[in-house]
Structures are given as C-alpha cells and as structure tokens.
C-alpha cells in the first residue's frame, strides 16, 4: 500500500503555515499556531482520527485571528486531499454521535471530492480564550472546501461553549478515521459507480 502522506506549506502576506500528516499514523502530533484554544483543537483532531498531525503556523494574529484560523484549516485540507490521492479503497463515509458532559454533537461525512458544510452549532458565548467562537465555522469551511468533504456538523443539544466545539473537533477526527480506513473487500476500487471521485 502506498503511503498515504502529505506536506503542504503555504505562504501569504498575512500567514505562514506548514503541515505534515500521515492518514495512517497513530495520533501523534506536534501543533504550533500561537493560538492556544485553536492548538488544542487540532490535538484533538489528530489523537481522535489517528492521523498524524505536525503544524506550524504564524500568522497577523496582532490583528485578530480569522486568517491564521481560516488559512490552517485551508492548508490542513488540502494536505488531507494530497495524502487520499484518487481515493481508491477508502470508505467513503463516516458518522460519529460524540457525547461530552451535557454537549451531544452529530457529525456526518462523505469524502465525496464535492465539498460542502452544513454548520448547525450555536455558541452563546463570543470568544473561548482568545478567540472568537465565530472563527470555527470558518476553519471548519476551509477544511471541508479544501479537503473535498461533504461535511455536516449539528450540535444537537449542549450549554458549556468549550464542550460543544470540542464535540464538533472530536466528531469530525471520529468521522475521518471511519472514512479513510481502507475496505479490506474493495481495496483499489473507487467508491463510485462513476469510478472516480
């Protein structure tokens, strides 16, 4: 089987972002964005999926933190959608009902290469840390744009802010790691009656 990894980096005027991820790794990771609630995130994402998660990240943070957010979730999908190559042999779809405390959060997914959010979650809340709640519809958009993922996240019932972004992080690593196995009785077919996706 071919190794399914990926290094991406990406420069801008207002970030400068390095990722490196292996889809078959065991969940280790090493994570760097000078956010510190968005660093915990991302750890999350990497233990709960097993994929191996290295990122390095800066950015005009001194601003706010919308480009280095918007930009990491950008450059972590678009290593995701190097690392599938033609996604032959995967899943496809994964699901994952995440519990935490009184949060419960539905994530749903098709590595479909036709990207979509669906984002039902409200915070009550405008900042977790320093940052701002808003901010992770916006890394979850990039991610699903740049990954080529139909992805639809509904926090279904929750009051404590950090609990229900995190249900979203741990729903969606969940999801992936169901998606990107690879199936033993089809393991170099396309998942597609259209033969590719």
């Not at 400068?16 to 889809?23: H, P």
């Not at 979650?121 to 701002?132: E, I, Q, S």
């Not at 929750?158 to 995190?166: P, R």
């Amino acid at each position: 089987m071919a190794a399914r990894q990926a290094s991406i980096a990406r420069k801008t005027k207002e970030t400068e972002i390095a990722v490196k991820l292996d889809l078959d790794g065991t969940g280790v990771y090493r994570i760097a964005t000078g956010v510190g609630f968005l660093d915990h995130m991302l750890e999350q994402l990497s233990r709960h999926s097993l994929i191996d998660l290295e990122v390095q990240a800066k950015g005009d943070i001194h601003i706010d933190f919308h480009h280095l957010t918007e930009d990491t979730g950008i450059v972590i999908g678009q290593a995701v959608a190097k690392a599938l190559g033609d996604r032959a042999g995967i899943q496809r779809y994964g699901d994952a009902l995440i519990p935490m405390d009184e949060t419960l959060t539905r994530v749903a997914l098709d590595v479909s290469n036709r990207p979509y959010l669906i984002w039902k979650v409200n915070f009550t809340r405008p900042k977790l840390g320093d940052m701002d709640t808003e901010l992770f519809k916006e890394w979850f958009q990039a991610f699903a744009q740049n990954a080529g993922i139909t992805l639809h996240v509904e926090n279904l019932y929750g009051e404590n802010n950090h609990h229900i972004v995190e249900t979203c992080y741990k729903g969606l690593a969940r999801a992936l790691r169901a998606a990107f196995t690879l199936d033993p009785r089809s393991p170099h077919a396309v998942p597609s009656t259209k033969g590719t996706l």
